[in-house]
T-cell receptor, first 114, second 116 residues
């Protein structure tokens, strides 16, 4: 069982819809991440939160809006998405201040934009 | 900026054989961390093994070991006695020495198939 839980597992939405992806970690970590995984491309880091503060925004379009209400929860709010946004969205967490500790990943949300 | 390159998009071996996945990276840093992650069809990214650049000894985890060549900036993964459950995408990742939250840079991945 993973210590990082992502919901929903699959999401199909139209370009005009608004939806949210949810991530919850049960590992006591203080850093959380959103990644985008597209076919035939390396994982792309989107956002990083450390102690609820956003520390990295990797030039992500504003149609993706992250929210981190506490160190255990991370959301990705979606609106007016494009077909090229179809991908697997992975959430991860880590013990941010311990540089030797790896990131732990969830199972991802498979997003399809119609 | 750091980059990670995995030159083998796909590999296939027979069960019980040994297979080596290659990874090279580019950085000007001296202290950093390297990781191999496995992503089976279940999609969860699972840590396989990690290496700290200041350690000369190659990391080993059961059937998994690495060949870390710092001067050559090479970090290959060797899987011994391969099993059907090793079938997955394998990603090499780099993390620099900056304190605080981690920023991982991933390679493109290698799809490994273990055949019965």
């Amino acid at each position: 069982e993973t210590g990082v839980t992502q919901t929903p597992r699959h999401l199909v939405m139209g370009m005009t819809n608004k939806k949210s992806l949810k991530c919850e970690q049960h590992l006591g970590h203080n850093a959380m991440y959103w990644y985008k995984q597209s076919a035939k491309k390396p994982l792309e880091l989107m956002f990083v939160y450390n102690f609820k503060e956003q520390t990295e925004n990797n030039s992500v379009p504003s149609r993706f809006s992250p929210e981190c209400p506490n160190s255990s929860h991370l959301f990705l709010h979606l609106h007016t998405l494009q077909p090229e946004d179809s991908a697997l969205y992975l959430c991860a967490s880590s013990q941010g201040r311990d540089r030797n500790q790896p990131q732990h990943f969830g199972d991802g949300t498979r997003l399809s934009i119609l | 900026a750091q980059t990670v390159t995995q030159s083998q998009p796909e590999m296939s071996v027979q069960e019980a054989e040994t297979v080596t996945l290659s990874c090279t990276y580019d950085t000007s840093e001296n202290n950093y961390y390297l990781f191999w992650y496995k992503q089976p069809p279940s999609r969860q990214m699972i840590l396989v093994i990690r290496q700290e650049a200041y350690k000369q000894q190659n990391a080993t985890e059961n059937r998994f070991s690495v060949n870390f060549q710092k001067a050559a900036k090479s970090f290959s993964l060797k899987i011994s006695d391969s099993q059907l459950g090793d079938t997955a995408m394998y990603f090499c990742a780099f993390r620099g020495p900056v304190q605080g939250a981690q920023k991982l840079v991933f390679g493109q991945g290698t799809r490994l198939t273990i055949n019965p």
